[in-house]
Structures are given as C-alpha cells and as structure tokens.
C-alpha cells in the first residue's frame, strides 16, 4: 500500500459521511415532504456543498503521483475533509429535529456550513501551492473568492437566496478548473 492510499483512505471515509449525512437528510426531507416549507436556495446550496466533496474526492485522485507526504499534509488533508463534512452536516435541515423551513434554516443554523467551507477554502491554498506546485497567485485568487462569498452568506443571512445562486456558479466553476 503506497502513502498515498494509506492517507486517502482515512479522507475517504471522512467525505464519505459527509455524501452519506447529505443523501440521508434529503431522504428525510422527501419523507416529511408534506411537512418541509420547500426553497430552492438551500436545496442548491446542498448541490454546491455536494459539489466540493466530489471536488476534494477528485482533488485526492490528482495527489497519487505526490511522493513527499509529511504529517502536516495528512493533517492539511483530514481538516479539510473534516470542514467538508461540517458543511455537509448544516446544509440542509434535518426534519427529524423539526426544522422543516429550509430558508429559515439556511439564514439560521445553516450558516455554519458556510463557516466549515470558509476554513476549506482557507485550507485549499497549502494544498495547491505545497502539495500539487500551482501558481501561487490563482491559488490564493480562486479560494480568496470562495472566503468572501461565504463571509457574505456568514454576516448578510438575508442574502442567502442570491449567494446561495453565485455560490453554485463558483462551485461549478471550481470544478471545471479542478477536474
């Protein structure tokens, strides 16, 4: 087993419950869907936050050619699966803790997924400058973006609908860069 399958494995499961917290929640939310006050911007919020998990799944594909593993990049490694799995978790209500508006949730208790994908992106620039050799300055520019637009979703609640809108944008961009 090289080092690399060693380290992913352990990423791997953390990114696995955050995938299986998110399908599990819009299961909940298909069950109790006489009881949920639907809103389209926190189910695209859901979409995004799903989006960089796949991205960080496919991020760890791109690092198995990596040889110089050192403890810190496994620790940079699971904090950001660790933040990956926070967002995952407060992005969509849970109907079984009654809370069943999801736009409300979003400008409420959602916001700290925001703050988990605020410190992932935080993290993303170690990654790329130390670990796959980018260009400093696109990594610092590209998660500089997504720090902003999550301080904006943390501390203007009432504009989530349209952040929640760019924020997909972003994610779909970071994707296309990434894959």
């Known amino acids: 087993m090289?080092?690399?399958?060693?380290?992913?494995?352990?990423?791997?499961?953390?990114?696995?419950?955050?995938?299986t917290r998110l399908l599990h929640v819009v299961?909940?939310?298909?069950?109790?869907?006489?009881?949920?006050?639907?809103?389209?911007?926190?189910?695209i919020?859901?979409?995004?936050?799903?989006t960089f998990i796949l991205q960080l799944w496919w991020i760890g594909w791109g690092l198995r050619d990596f040889t110089d593993?050192?403890?810190l990049h496994f620790l940079i490694l699971i904090s950001a699966s660790i933040c990956i799995y926070g967002a995952a978790e407060m992005a969509l209500p849970d109907p079984d803790d009654e809370h069943f508006d999801m736009l409300l949730?979003?400008?409420?208790?959602?916001?700290?997924?925001?703050?988990?994908?605020?410190v992932y992106f935080l993290i993303g620039p170690y990654v790329n400058i130390f670990?796959?050799?980018?260009?400093?300055?696109?990594s610092i520019v590209?998660?500089?973006?997504?720090?902003?637009?999550?301080?904006l979703v943390i501390t203007i609640p009432?504009?989530?609908?349209?952040?929640?809108?760019?924020?997909?944008?972003?994610?779909?961009?970071?994707?296309y860069l990434t894959a």
């Open 2 to 19: 090289t080092q690399h399958e060693y380290i992913f494995v352990t990423v791997s499961i953390v990114i696995g419950l955050a995938i």
């Open 158 to 175: 009432r504009w989530f609908k349209s952040l929640s809108v760019v924020f997909s944008i972003y994610s779909v961009m970071v994707m």
């Open 45 to 50: 919020w859901g979409l995004s936050v799903m």
């Open 27 to 43: 299961g909940d939310l298909i069950r109790y869907h006489s009881q949920v006050r639907f809103h389209w911007s926190t189910a």
């Open 131 to 138: 670990m796959f050799d980018n260009s400093m300055v696109w």
């Open 142 to 151: 590209i998660p500089a973006i997504g720090v902003l637009l999550m301080l």
């Open 105 to 118: 949730h979003s400008q409420s208790l959602g916001r700290f997924s925001a703050m988990s994908m605020l």
């Open 69 to 71: 593993w050192i403890f």
